[in-house]
């Protein structure tokens, strides 16, 4: 059982499996209001808010970051949990983060994306005593935060890799030549000297004169605007795009469903969202990462002023080669070639580190 009021929690409240299901029913219904309304953190032993800079919806690394924190609390009772979405205008996230502070009713504040350790430092110049937890970003030495990075650019490479194999195959929608698409939802360091660079990099591997076309959507939302990027990127030639754009990601699979072009998702399986047409999934495993060093600030054993990197090698980096649509839609040489350099990085006998400083 996900949500209990705190004074259900008073009485020691422990719904039967029935009951369970009755509340699921009802639930959704009493409270149809945004995810931050339902306030079970400041009165908790242990109270969290996770701040999701954007929505959660559509967002790969978002709804990771909400479930894994939802994992740990449920893993130790007495733990709250309070999800804010700050929304897309960027301008006004230290202002909710510093407002969230403020409030002193938070033991800890997790978040995610490269550029919230920053905004966490800046806040925490204000209000020392808050912790915080960031994924998707780098920050050591500050007593106040503990950072998560993703190796991106074994991730990046490895779908490069990927795209050039599927693209220099006989798969149905193959076309001559090498040439693969990037949309990114936006500029950010990560994505011009890390990801961009490791996808290109990954396609040159398979053929040395491979062309990525690269393109930004300008936000994490408009899926009509990724549409008509990736309709150009496939009338350019381009049989197959990455897409890392949120809520964009959609309007790419429309473009490749009717233009007939593959599709590969970036940060977890998203081979359902469209089978046969997103044909390649990294993955990174936020939501455990999440979740583990959730339990870990819960217990008070997150050791705040470091940052950690997680890649290939410590199973948090992957492709996730064991779908059954991946199987179905993808021959089994391409499938055998990528699988041994993905054994490279894993074994070490292939480096490419990630850089901490940008
Ligand atoms: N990725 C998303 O999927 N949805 C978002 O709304 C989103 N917003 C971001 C905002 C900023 C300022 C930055 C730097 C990155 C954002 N990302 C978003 C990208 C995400 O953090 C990550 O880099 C990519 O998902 C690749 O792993």
């Known amino acids: 059982m996900k949500y209990r009021t705190n004074a259900q929690r008073d009485r020691g409240f422990k ?71 700050g929304g897309f205008n960027q301008a006004e996230w230290p202002q909710s983060m510093t407002s969230l502070a403020a409030t002193q009713d938070y033991d800890l504040i997790v978040t995610s994306n490269p550029s919230m350790p920053e905004i966490a430092e800046e806040v925490s110049q204000s209000f020392p005593d808050q912790r915080f937890l960031v994924l998707d970003g780098y920050l050591a030495g500050n007593p106040s935060l503990y950072t998560v990075l993703f190796n991106q650019r074994e991730q990046a490479f490895l779908s490069g890799y990927f795209a050039g194999l599927v693209s220099t195959s006989s798969m149905e929608h193959a076309k001559p030549g090498l040439r693969a698409g ?13 990801i961009r660079p490791a996808f290109e990099l990954g396609l040159q591997s398979v053929d040395p004169a491979a062309v990525l076309d690269f393109r930004v959507l300008g936000n994490w939302y408009d899926a009509a605007a990724a549409t008509e990027l990736a309709n150009s990127m496939l009338d350019n030639g381009a049989d197959v795009i990455l897409t890392i754009s949120g809520g964009g990601n959609q309007g790419v699979i429309s473009a490749a469903r009717t233009k007939g072009a593959y599709v590969l998702w970036y940060d977890s399986p998203g081979y359902d969202e469209a089978p046969g047409i997103v044909i390649g999934s990294t993955e990174v495993k936020l939501d455990e ?70």
């Open 289 to 358: 990462a999440a979740y583990l060093r959730t339990l870990d600030a819960i217990d008070g054993e997150l050791a705040f002023g470091t940052g950690e990197v997680l890649g290939v090698g410590d199973g948090f980096v992957g492709f996730d080669t064991g779908h059954r649509l991946f199987e179905r839609h993808v021959p089994q040489q391409v499938r055998s070639e990528l699988e041994a350099m993905i054994t490279r990085l894993r074994d070490g006998d292939l480096r490419l580190e990630m850089p901490t400083q940008f």
């Open 15 to 85: 719904p039967s499996g029935l009951l369970c299901a009755v509340l699921l029913l009802i639930l959704p219904a009493a409270q149809p209001a945004a995810l931050g309304t339902r306030d079970t953190a400041t009165e908790a032993e242990f109270s969290v808010a996770v701040f999701v800079p954007g929505v959660v919806e559509g967002s790969p690394t978002y709804e990771m970051l909400v479930a894994g924190v939802r994992r740990a609390a449920e893993e130790r009772p007495g733990t709250g949990v309070r999800v804010i979405e």
């Open 182 to 194: 990037l949309l990114a939802g936006q500029e950010y360091p990560i994505m011009n000297r890390v």
